[in-house]
């Protein structure tokens, strides 16, 4: 069991965390964010390409803490247009047959990391690794990937357009990280800026737990897809703290309702489930979560 803070020590803690990193931390990410894109641009099989090349994740939402500084950015080729359902044929598998398939890109995009870089690791399923300079930038993750879309009357234009990576292994992962950063910022300011503020204190938290071997290490997402599930009003009512409180009981509450509860859960992209086939997660890990951050942070045995 983790040690419980006082009341003092949590307040403490959570008026720390209720800003993200500061300004040198900004720059550091930024300047890993401009020697990616620099990579790409002068990388000559990509010249003419309508090829972008943004952070994604917790960086550009706001979200991130010093113990998850590096940066995701993806480099993704809107070029060809992947999908599935009743327009594969026209655009998934034949998209994936032209000049531009799933491993030319990802050759393509290791090689303009290394000549610009040096030094990557490329073992990695998704990501190709870029190591940390102290003092400079931190570590990153580079995902080569597609534009993918999917068709759905129900959505704005009738279709939701996210990004696709391939791994190693041929299994395909999709994406919605515009959508995220737009009903983030949404989110926050519906809620007077507390959502987010929540979402770092529970990654702080979960850091701390798995550093002191409470539970395993979880990724930094995962406290920003919980936590998206709170309603708005409650991260409303009362101080900072009371908002954190509320917004574990409320957390704990869908994850422990009998009838599908979890189920209802999505990701704040809010098109994709929080639990299901796929996730690096599950409903336990999140339930072991919510109970070690409310045990730790002093709120009850």
Known sequence: MARQLTITQRLALINKWKNPPGPSEQLRLERAERMVKSAVNRHGPFRG???MVAAKGSYPNKTNVRGDSDVD????????CHTDGAAA???GEQA???????TRLREEVY????NHFGRVDADHNIAFYVPEVVGSRPSIDV???????????SAPGGQYVGSVVYGRNRKRIINWPEYQLANGRTKNTNTNLRYKFVVRVLKNVENDLATEGVIKALPSYFSECLIYNVPNSLFLAGDFDDAVRASLEEVYRQLTRTWAGP???????????????????????ARELIEGAWYYLGYGG
Do not use: S
């Not at 950015?73 to 060809?80: A, E, P, W, Y």
């Open 111 to 114: 090689a303009a990391l290394t």
């Open 143 to 153: 995902v080569p990937c597609f534009k993918w879309v999917t068709y759905d009357f």
């Open 263 to 285: 189920q209802r859960m999505v990701e704040p992209n809010g098109i994709k489930k929080v639990f299901g086939e796929g996730q690096k997660w599950t409903e336990k890990d």
């Open 89 to 91: 044929w026209w655009f």
């Open 49 to 51: 390409l309508n090829i």
């Open 73 to 80: 950015i993806m480099v993704k080729l809107n070029d060809q």
């Open 96 to 102: 994936d047959a032209g000049t531009w398939t799933r």
